[in-house]
């Protein structure tokens, strides 16, 4: 069996694109998103470009909850965001749940090179 090159983890000094999405929602709504992301479609795993994805809920904070992405570079990512793939996964959350989620910050990481693991 051969591993995915998508999932192997990058050389040192190669340079990855990192979104970090900060969610916020009301603390009680909180575990209906993280199951919303624990039976997400997956329709982003074979995208193109697509490294991987964590979902990050913070003890402190109930209703934090950081979506952190990871992309071979910003063009990828870009793609993915454009595509029929992203509509679709997001047409799959509940409208009143979806009504809910305040996109806090949205980050990108980019000119930043992986030196060590």
């Not at 998103?33 to 997956?42: I, K, Y």
């Not at 870009?78 to 009504?99: K, V």
Request: net charge positive; no cysteine.
């Amino acid at each position: 069996m051969t591993a995915d090159p998508r999932r192997e983890p990058p050389s040192p000094s190669e340079s990855r694109y990192v979104s970090v999405s900060r969610l916020r929602v009301p603390a009680e709504r909180a575990p209906e998103l993280l199951a919303a992301f624990a039976r997400r479609a997956r329709l982003v795993d074979g995208f193109d470009g697509f490294l991987g994805l964590e979902v990050w809920h913070s003890e402190r904070e109930p209703g934090e909850i950081l979506m952190v992405s990871r992309w071979r570079d910003r063009d990828a990512f870009t793609r993915y965001m454009r595509s029929d793939a992203h509509r679709r996964s997001h047409e799959r959350i509940d409208p009143a749940l979806q009504a809910v989620i305040k996109l806090e910050r949205l980050e990108h990481l980019r000119g930043y090179d992986i030196v060590a693991r």
